[in-house]
């Protein structure tokens, strides 16, 4: 006789180990997108690909599952792997200037994917208005952490307006991509 506690054990550790492996690629993306740098020279902050990320992230894994990502990202850093911009790692570095831009990634990758899942995913322009709600987020928290140290000022010169077209052309992308995605997933459906 089967039991069936045992298959439903097993089938909710296969779902748990399915979701931390999903949420560690997506992990590994944000570590890859991170070495993808153009540094700035009066800035302490370069462009990367971390945003883009975060975006796609919370479009297609959704709130839930990109959340868990960024934050295994940000711990994989915490612990000393190379996994943030540069390869670089440790806890100076989250407190360092970046540290905001960090930080605000988890919300951001939690409210694309919860917009993502209410239907914004459904048209491109939604889509696109959701990436750029996303970037702007991520610049008010990076922004602010700049601020505290440096003034409000010199924030916006060094942390804001350098990164404006980078920002457009990963907001593009993100949601072309996105976009791309849902409607072909959802082709299947």
Same mark, same amino acid.
């Given at each position: 006789?089967?039991?069936?506690?045992?298959?439903?054990?097993?089938?909710?550790?296969?779902?748990?180990?399915?979701?931390?492996?999903?949420?560690?690629?997506?992990?590994?993306?944000?570590?890859?997108?991170?070495?993808?740098?153009?540094? $700035?020279?009066?800035?302490?902050?370069?462009?990367? #690909?971390?945003?883009?990320?975060?975006?796609?992230?919370?479009?297609?894994?959704?709130?839930?599952?990109?959340?868990?990502?960024?934050?295994?990202?940000?711990?994989?850093?915490? $612990?000393?792997? /190379?996994?943030?911009?540069?390869?670089?790692?440790?806890?100076?570095?989250?407190?360092?200037?970046?540290?905001?831009?960090?930080? #605000?990634?988890?919300?951001?990758?939690?409210?694309? #994917?919860?917009?993502?899942?209410?239907?914004?995913?459904?048209?491109?322009?939604?889509?696109?208005?959701?990436?750029?709600?996303?970037?702007?987020? $991520?610049?008010?928290?990076?922004?602010?952490?700049?601020?505290?140290?440096?003034?409000?000022?010199?924030?916006?010169?060094?942390?804001?307006? /350098?990164?404006?077209?980078?920002?457009?052309?990963?907001? $593009?992308?993100?949601?072309?991509?996105?976009?791309?995605?849902?409607?072909?997933?959802?082709?299947?459906?």
């Amino acid at each position: 006789m089967i039991n069936s506690n045992k298959i439903k054990t097993l089938k909710d550790n296969q779902s748990v180990l399915a979701a931390l492996s999903i949420a560690f690629a997506g992990s590994l993306l944000l570590a890859l997108l991170a070495r993808l740098t153009v540094p $700035i020279p009066f800035s302490p902050v370069p462009i990367t #690909g971390q945003t883009f990320g975060i975006l796609f992230l919370g479009g297609v894994l959704g709130s839930r599952m990109g959340t868990l990502s960024v934050i295994m990202y940000i711990l994989e850093g915490l $612990i000393g792997l /190379p996994v943030f911009a540069g390869g670089t790692m440790g806890l100076l570095y989250l407190l360092g200037p970046t540290g905001g831009y960090l930080i #605000g990634f988890i919300p951001v990758v939690y409210l694309v #994917g919860y917009l993502s899942k209410k239907g914004s995913k459904n048209s491109f322009t939604s889509v696109f208005l959701t990436m750029i709600i996303g970037t702007s987020i $991520i610049f008010i928290f990076g922004i602010s952490w700049l601020a505290v140290t440096a003034g409000f000022g010199t924030a916006l010169s060094i942390g804001l307006y /350098p990164f404006i077209p980078g920002a457009i052309i990963k907001i $593009i992308l993100a949601t072309v991509t996105v976009y791309s995605i849902n409607r072909f997933t959802n082709s299947f459906i």
